[in-house]
């Protein structure tokens, strides 16, 4: 069978474009194919990037880029808290302007880039990958040796019947934002990024609200099954978000402009992220944190492990899933305890039973420190659970005894 490429990577979000960065670097061929034109642009996403991936990835100079030095917090029982640090912790983006800057980190590799090019299926025949794809209204197909499938939260190679089964409800997360809009001559807002737990905010999830200069993005969302069984719509959690007072009081000047929803994984380590002749990346493989939503670090972290083993495998000829397995051994040394311990902080921070015994500790003001920059991705979940132990372990001694 006549190859087209021997690697074909599907999505031109943060994990497809990492792949194919570190594919290029080392002088392997590749072609990627993403049905959106424009790269992240319609991505409904918080779009917060932690300095360290900033760095990591050459991401700086991103257009509008929006420097955050301060997170706030409010746990059901606790009080809003709030921490400040002396210098940027990340950067809110826009989706589309990430796109754009890791479509111009490529630099001469355009040509590998087919945007507006839908893949609809993949399959499997005598050691290659048969890939269907749609642009322009024609069909056509493809033969390669090796997939990198970044392709989103409902992948295409799982929709194949392809690696692993669908997400379930309890793995599964939507989440559901508005956007707001100041005026060009207003000020920009407070660079704050805010973190609301508990019932109140949200379907057994979180809510958020991440600035972007005279932009702000407000969303709730949590595990699907939860979405589905609550009596209220994401919707009206975010309504009454906006009427709290510190919210209602920074939108005084600022106008809705636009509403977006997605799904997104939540199900901690979601295995195998491999099969015979493909790889999952980013959301496609769960690579998302089950407890703030965040997914851009860990997806272009998967995505350059991805590049390197799908790079190895072509130098060795071999693409059987004996072979591919190093890909998830790696992404698991990588990041896999943040998502392993984050679903595990997940059923405490937004379980439906007491929720306040729970989160009493916080009333420390180091303990704050640490989640903040857990949050943020400045510290590892179970180092900053290893941290905040002694402080959970007062508070529980202390709500045993007070009753």
Not at 83 to 97: D, H, T
Not at 111 to 127: A, F
Not at 381 to 391: D, L
């Amino acid at each position: 069978m006549k190859v087209d490429s021997d690697i074909t990577i599907i999505g031109a979000g943060p994990a497809g474009l990492s792949a194919a960065k570190t594919l290029e670097e080392q002088g392997v061929g590749y072609q990627l194919y993403a049905k959106e034109k424009h790269p992240c642009r319609n991505k409904p996403c918080g779009g917060f990037i932690p300095q360290r991936t900033v760095s990591q990835f050459d991401l700086s100079n991103i257009e509008d880029a929006y420097p955050i030095n301060t997170v706030e917090m409010r746990f059901p029982g606790v009080g809003i808290k709030q921490v400040a640090f002396e210098e940027s912790i990340g950067v809110n983006v826009s989706r589309g302007e990430l796109g754009q800057k890791m479509l111009s980190n490529l630099g001469q590799a355009q040509p590998r880039i087919n945007l507006g090019h839908e893949v609809r299926m993949i399959e499997r025949q005598d050691g290659y990958c048969i890939i269907k794809i749609t642009a322009d209204q024609s069909d056509y197909e493809i033969a390669s040796r090796l997939v990198i499938d970044a392709s989103g939260a409902y992948p295409v190679a799982v929709k194949s019947g392809l690696v692993r089964p669908k997400l379930t409800g309890s793995q599964m997360g939507y989440g559901q934002q508005y956007h707001f809009e100041k005026e060009s001559n207003a000020d920009d807002f407070e660079p704050v990024n805010r973190f609301y737990y508990g019932h109140e905010f949200s379907p057994g999830g979180y809510a958020w609200v991440y600035p972007r200069k005279r932009t702000v993005v407000i969303g709730s969302g949590g595990l699907l099954a939860r979405v589905k069984s609550d009596d209220k719509r994401v919707a009206e959690y975010i309504e009454e978000l906006i009427k709290e007072p510190i919210i209602k009081e920074m939108l005084a000047n600022a106008t809705p402009v636009k509403k977006d929803a997605a799904p997104v994984p939540l199900g901690g380590q979601i295995t195998p992220s491999y099969a015979g002749h493909i790889l999952l990346a980013g959301d496609a493989a769960g690579h998302c944190s089950p407890i703030s939503g965040e997914g851009i670090h860990y997806s272009l972290v998967a995505g350059k492990i991805a590049g390197s083993v799908a790079a190895e495998a072509v130098k060795e000829s071999d693409f059987c899933a004996r072979y591919l397995k190093r890909y998830q051994d790696h992404w698991k040394k990588a990041f896999g305890s943040d998502l392993k311990w984050g679903l595990w902080l997940q059923k405490r921070f937004t379980g439906s039973d007491d929720g306040e015994s729970k989160s009493a500790f916080l009333e420390s003001e180091k303990s704050c420190r640490v989640v903040a920059e857990m949050l943020i991705g400045r510290r590892e979940v179970f180092s900053a659970m290893k941290a905040i132990a002694p402080s959970y372990l007062a508070s529980k001694v202390k709500s045993v005894f007070s009753r």
